[in-house]
Every structure is written in structure tokens, then in C-alpha cells.
């Protein structure tokens, strides 16, 4: 068992004897790989900011395009401007008209 | 009072948070990384028996392991989980190639240790080149990175048993080549 150890006690130094150096383009492309991991993280940790400004512009911009935009258009004219009801009580020669306009308020009292 | 990278890794929570949970799991990868970077590096040298593509295995492990951190459980080791990622990155280098391509790095090999052993170094390095790709990664992680057998097994996903076996075979080959003198 102790020969055993030894042997391998021996063949450990041999091996670790033997020891390449990282060379200075792949330390290089490590630095960059690592510079470049860094930005990525800035921009992962920015994103949940980031995408929070953009959605609530967005949103702004859609409100006031939908609230906007009608106004500018203006309010169509309605082809009605008039609804007339007629009842006649033929036997007393009475005749009723309603007529609704559409500036016609119901709240206020016409003077 | 200075605290290691892995002090402060163990002062959190159990995982790693997502590189872009927290900026500083990322600054912490890099710190862990540093006392493993060396030895990572020459146990995927070895283990591509000095081919040109370690380089780029080793920068693909190195990336991996950054991009998976909140993988990395704290209460486990961070040498066997970053080791398994350049065994994971090993083999499928290997996939890859399809065919083993038996090339005499060795000579390329810088020189090291007293000059009296270089015979002996060269003699371990071909018998582990010659050896399959996944035995030479135990014999590495054993007698390069000195591994205990437990600890091969977490990085390698071989069982323990298989692990003691393959080392006893490269032992007692090994001990033909160099003559054991207490044969």
C-alpha cells in the first residue's frame, strides 16, 4: 500500500513538472470575453428599468393618440337631424307632434 | 480581515444568482475562478494531449461556467463543479473530432523540472496519451490536479469503484514501464 503511494507520490511530480503557461492571446480573449460578460450584466441589470420607461411611454403615447385623434378629426354630422312623432286622435281632430332635435336639452327650461 | 471569494459566496445564499440578477455574482466568478485558472488550463492541455484546440476548450469551459454560475451550488466545491464543466467541454471536443487523432505533442511540451527527470516526464506523458480520453482525464484529475477518487467520480460522473480501477491499471502499467523496484 505504501509503495503504492510512493509510486504515485513520484508520478504526481513528474506530471506536475510539466506545466504550460496560458498563453497571452487566450488570457487576452478571456479579458475581453470577460469585459464583454460585464457589459452584458450592465445591461441584464439595467433591463427591467430600461424596459419599464419604455412600456410607460408607450402607453402614454397610445392615450393620447386615442384621445387625441378624435378630436382633431371632430365629431361627424349625423345624417338625422330631426326625429319627428306624430299621433293623431282622429275622433277629437287632435294631433300631437314631437320633435327631437338633437340640440334640444332636456335639463334646461327653454325661455 | 480579508475575505476569500468563495468566504463571500458562502455568506449568501446556496445558489448563485443569474448573471443579470446580480452584478456581483459576476464579479465573483471571476475572483473564484483565479486560484483554478492555472491548473484548469493545463489539465485541459493534458487531457487534449497539447492540442491546439485546448485553448479554445479551455476558453469555452471558462465562459460556460460563467454563463451557468447560478447552477453552482455553494455547499459543494467549486474546483469539482468547475472541473466537470471542462470534463463536459472535453468530451465533446472529442465528439466533435469523431476520429482520435494520435499526434505527438510531447516534444512541444515546455520543459520542466530538474533535467535528469525530462526522460521520465516525456515517458509518463506518452503512456498518458496513448490512454483513452476519458482514462486520461482520471489520470490527470488524479495525479496532475490531485483529485481524491471521490472527487473524480463527482467531476467525471464515473463510479467510484470504476474510478480505483482505471488508476490501479495506470498504476501497474506505469510500474512496467518504470520497472517497479519493489517488485
Known sequence: ?111 | MAFSANDKLRAGESRMKKPGESKASGVLFWEMLLPHKHKLYNFIQKSLNFSEDANDVFQETVMRAFRYLYSYNKDKEFSTWLFAIAHNEVKKHFRKAKKFVFVENIERIKRGGPDNSHELVQEVYRFAERLKPKHREVFFLFYYNGFAISEISLVTGIKEGTVKGLLNRARNDLKKVFGDPHE
Open chain 1, 1 to 111: 500500500m505504501n509503495n503504492d503511494k510512493d509510486f504515485d507520490r513520484k508520478i504526481a511530480e513528474l506530471v506536475r513538472s510539466m506545466e504550460a503557461e496560458i498563453p497571452a492571446a487566450v488570457e487576452e480573449r478571456l479579458k475581453m470575453a470577460e469585459g464583454a460578460g460585464r457589459a452584458r450584466q450592465k445591461i441584464l441589470g439595467r433591463r427591467p428599468v430600461f424596459y419599464l420607461g419604455i412600456l410607460s411611454s408607450a402607453a402614454a403615447v397610445l392615450l393620447l393618440f386615442v384621445f387625441l385623434v378624435p378630436l382633431f378629426r371632430g365629431v361627424p354630422e349625423s345624417p338625422i337631424s330631426e326625429i319627428r312623432t306624430e299621433f293623431e286622435l282622429k275622433d277629437k281632430n287632435i294631433k300631437i307632434i314631437f320633435i327631437q332635435r338633437k340640440d334640444f336639452n332636456l335639463f334646461k327650461e327653454e325661455k
